[in-house]
């Protein structure tokens, strides 16, 4: 008898541990380093968060701590190590497997592409059945030769330089999902993450995963950063399951311009980075203060002038009215590299032209001192760990701008 509540109470100890490395399996806390983009301190560890849970619910839901652990690994994106990218080691930490980093190296290509990573995991849907969820965390601008990507709008209905990076990151998926038993991808679900250049790239993969059937809408969960706009389409209806944290002090989220006609998919999520005046205000900013110190070991960087950024928007908007004019043609020619294009283009609009030369020096005259004296603003407002600090600072405010509208 004694024998026998032994083997009882050992068998009861043996199922305890299964329900506990299986809780550890859903649930996990890890720490994560990330890229800042401050040059003095480029790295920076930060706690983050996970639950399989997350992914059992409508992706419709805004999490906060999803939106925290999105950060997390979209600045774990700009590093890297022993060759792989530095997301990685974070998404492995949660419980991913056959990890995947494309294009961390220099290539004369890179304009055209972004540099991501791929992992997978098993999770439950909401029925406690199997599923499948596929981490896609693109990195922001990482190369020389991705700013002219990042620059080329195009004359299209979508941001040029993104729709090529994305097109070629979703090729690159779809092989990757192969790895998937082809009865098990029904079910899959997606995390679509990244921070600027790679937030754009994001945006319009999360917006075409379910049109191009690879998932249903309501299973491609969008957390992206300091996004620019990626194309004359985007609407938030319809893509409720995309959230864009922006910070509207944030010069790269004003771009391309909104007079353009130029939006992100989805809803947008703005920081309250511009509030001030009030004591609640400034005790907001006084706690995302102290969190951009121990992260970077300075100050954030306020604007010294508080219309830097509609000056500099309405510059380039003086300089280029419309995206569907000659001088919208002439700028993409330029960018994109296609000189005798341009070539073509001036001679084609010799007024036009003539005219956004003198336009472009008086504009000049104006901007290079502003950019100049604004560049330390310029950067907290964009920096990972500007987006890192404001977002943790300001936990309730997020859901409650999001529930307001």
């Not at 992992?119 to 969820?133: E, F, I, R, T, Y």
């Not at 311009?257 to 005790?283: F, H, I, K, T």
Request: glycine share 10%.
């Amino acid at each position: 008898m004694i024998a026998k509540n032994r083997r009882v109470r050992l068998l009861a100890a043996c199922l305890a541990a299964v329900c506990l490395l299986s809780a550890a399996a859903q649930a996990a806390e890890s720490s994560v380093v990330i890229g800042t983009g401050i040059p003095g301190r480029p790295e920076a560890e930060v706690p983050a968060q996970w639950d399989d849970a997350w992914f059992a619910s409508s992706a419709s839901i805004y999490r906060q701590e999803l939106a925290l652990t999105s950060m997390a690994l979209s600045g774990a994106a700009y590093l890297q190590k022993d060759g792989e990218s530095c997301a990685q080691d974070a998404l492995r930490a949660f419980g991913f497997q056959k990890t995947q980093s494309h294009h961390y190296w220099i290539s004369t290509e890179a304009g055209s592409r972004a540099a991501y990573t791929f992992g997978m995991k098993k999770v439950k849907d909401q029925q406690s059945k199997p599923a499948w969820l596929v981490a896609v965390v693109v990195r922001g601008t990482g190369e020389y030769t991705e700013w002219a990507s990042n620059l080329n709008v195009g004359t299209g209905t979508v941001h040029e330089g993104f729709a090529r990076a994305c097109g070629e990151l979703l090729v690159n998926l779809k092989k990757y999902l192969a790895e998937i038993p082809k009865k098990e991808r029904g079910s899959v679900r997606f995390l679509i993450t990244g921070h600027s250049r790679g937030g754009a790239v994001a945006n319009l993969l999360a917006a075409r995963l379910p049109a191009e059937g690879l998932a249903e809408k309501n299973h491609v969960y969008g957390y992206t950063f300091a996004a620019p706009a990626v194309s004359t389409e985007g609407t938030a209806e319809g893509y409720e399951n995309i959230f864009n944290i922006i910070n509207t002090e944030d010069l790269v989220t004003q771009v391309p311009l909104s007079v353009w006609g130029y939006r992100r998919y989805g809803a947008d999520l703005p920081l309250p980075a511009g509030n001030s005046g009030d004591q609640a205000c400034q005790e907001l900013f006084d706690s995302m203060n102290q969190r951009y110190r121990e992260l970077t070991g300075e100050e954030y960087a306020a604007y010294r002038n508080p219309e830097a950024v509609t000056e500099i928007t309405g510059a380039l908007y003086r300089l280029v009215p419309s995206a569907s004019g000659a001088n919208m043609a002439m700028i993409s020619a330029l960018l994109s590299g296609d000189f005798e294009g341009l070539s073509a283009l001036v001679k084609e609009n010799g007024p036009a032209a003539l005219l956004m030369g003198k336009t472009a020096m008086e504009a000049s005259s104006r901007l290079t001192p502003l950019l100049q004296q604004e560049q330390n603003g310029l950067r907290s407002a964009h920096c990972m760990a500007g987006y890192y600090s404001w977002l943790e600072a300001s936990s309730g405010y997020l859901q409650g701008s999001l529930h307001s509208d």
